[in-house]
Structure formats: structure tokens, C-alpha cells
Nanobody
Framework: QVQLVESGGGSVQAGASLRLSCAAS????????MGWFRQAPGKEREFVAV????????IYADSVKGRFTISRDNAKDTVYLQMNDLKPEDTAVYYC?????????????????WGQGTQVTVSA
């Protein structure tokens, strides 16, 4: 099973930027879609973004479209989430996940391995 380690979270003020990284332990991840989800306190985990195995296509949640950008470097087995113009409602624990197939969607059922998460806190 692929192990994932997220990094790059932190506490920032509204309008700031952060870049999250997720490093995979195995090359397997380069053949699969990679996604980001988040979970705010008291809320269910929600989809944020996904990128196909070659980076040829991406999907974003409406709430982050135009502000967040997902990318991947298969040579480094790493996926990134560039987050710009952060808002207090972006506060959550962010998780990366490996898709079961080269393409994946918004459902958590499309993903087989999950990281431990990294905290992002945005203050007003």
C-alpha cells in the first residue's frame, strides 16, 4: 500500500497563500490519479481537487476553483496544492489520496490510500 506524507500546512491570514505537498512512498502513485480532500471541525470530509495520472486533466470543487491549483511531479512521486487568496472557510485538515485508477472523481470511494493530513488555519 502506498504511504502518503503531507506537508506545507500552517496558520495564515486571509488573502495569503500556502503550498501543500504530498509525497508518495511508491512509484505506483504515478499511474494513478491523486486528489486532495479536506475536513473542517464538525464537518464531513469534502473533495477539493484531483489530477489525473499524467496531469492531463483536473477537477476542482466549486469553492476553490480559481484560487487553488493542483499539480504533480511524477518523477518525484509528489502532488501539490497551491492555495491562493485563502479564506477563513478554507480552515481544515487537508488530506491527499491516491486514486484507484488513472482517473478519479469527487467521491472518496475512488481513492485507496490516504495521508495523515496537514492542518491549514486561516484567520480573518
Amino acid at each position: 500500500q502506498v504511504q502518503l506524507v503531507e506537508s506545507g500546512g500552517g496558520s495564515v491570514q486571509a488573502g495569503a497563500s500556502l503550498r501543500l505537498s504530498c509525497a508518495a512512498s511508491k512509484r505506483t502513485s504515478s499511474n494513478n490519479a491523486m486528489g486532495w480532500f479536506r475536513q473542517a471541525p464538525g464537518k464531513e470530509r469534502e473533495f477539493v481537487a484531483v489530477i489525473a495520472w499524467r496531469g492531463s486533466s483536473t477537477i476542482y470543487a466549486d469553492s476553490v476553483k480559481g484560487r487553488f491549483t493542483i499539480s504533480r511531479d511524477n518523477a518525484k512521486d509528489t502532488v501539490y496544492l497551491q492555495m491562493n487568496d485563502l479564506k477563513p472557510e478554507d480552515t481544515a485538515v487537508y488530506y491527499c489520496a491516491v486514486g484507484r485508477r488513472p482517473y478519479a472523481g469527487r467521491s472518496s470511494a475512488d481513492y485507496s490510500s490516504w495521508g495523515q493530513g496537514t492542518q491549514v488555519t486561516v484567520s480573518a
